[in-house]
């Protein structure tokens, strides 16, 4: 079981000592190298996407798919340049924190991501919600969380089934006009 629930930045994470048992989540940009850990965290998954939604480029989430066609290829939503959350990034974060939550002994989960206020903020709001698990650090305020990584990590949490496409044509005409000018 999960009984406490830090999320913290890179910087953070990578000067934590972590004590007794543990596991992290441990989400970085992709162009970045992964951090170092505390050797006494007992389980972890990395993921990589960047801190990017469909909001920050005019879209809104039903304009942007869950998957991209051609996932199970590799391919990945790539908004501006920058790699969003995906379904299949939160159905590993909920495969990793259901294993935390039905594990016997109790667990500190940690969360981090580059700045520890977005990615791992949702991530960490998505636990306290769902589960009830207490937020235990000093960065308490979720205001700033992801809200795609939030919204897929319920969607995918409650059995809902991903929108598979491509991004809009008129935003990819909008960015090739944009590109030539």
């Known amino acids: 079981m999960i009984n406490r629930l830090v ?23 992709p162009n970045r190298s992964a951090p170092r850990l ?3 965290i007992q389980g972890r998954i990395y993921l990589e996407f960047d801190d ?4 920050s480029v005019g879209l809104s989430p039903d304009q942007v798919p869950d998957l991209m066609l051609g996932h199970e290829n590799g391919r990945r ?11 299949n990034d939160a159905n590993k974060m909920l495969r990793f924190i259901q294993r935390a939550i039905d594990s016997e002994d109790a667990l ?12 791992s903020a949702a ?16 960065i308490t305020n979720t205001d ?33 006009t944009h590109r030539h000018q």
């Open 77 to 87: 939503i790539m908004v501006n340049g920058n790699e969003l959350c995906d379904y």
């Open 123 to 138: 991530v960490a709001q998505y636990i306290h919600e769902r589960y009830g698990v207490p937020i235990s650090n000093g």
């Open 108 to 119: 500190e989960m940690i969360i981090h991501c580059e700045m520890g206020i977005s990615r």
């Open 38 to 40: 505390h050797h006494s």
């Open 7 to 29: 999320f913290l930045s890179r910087k953070q994470v990578e000067h934590y000592v972590a004590t007794g048992n543990n596991v992290a989540i441990s989400i970085r940009d």
């Open 52 to 55: 990017d939604t469909e909001y």
């Open 144 to 176: 700033r969380l992801n809200k795609r990584v939030f919204r897929l990590l319920n969607k995918a949490a409650d059995g809902l089934p991903p929108s598979i496409g491509n991004l809009p044509e008129d935003f990819l005409m909008m960015k090739k």
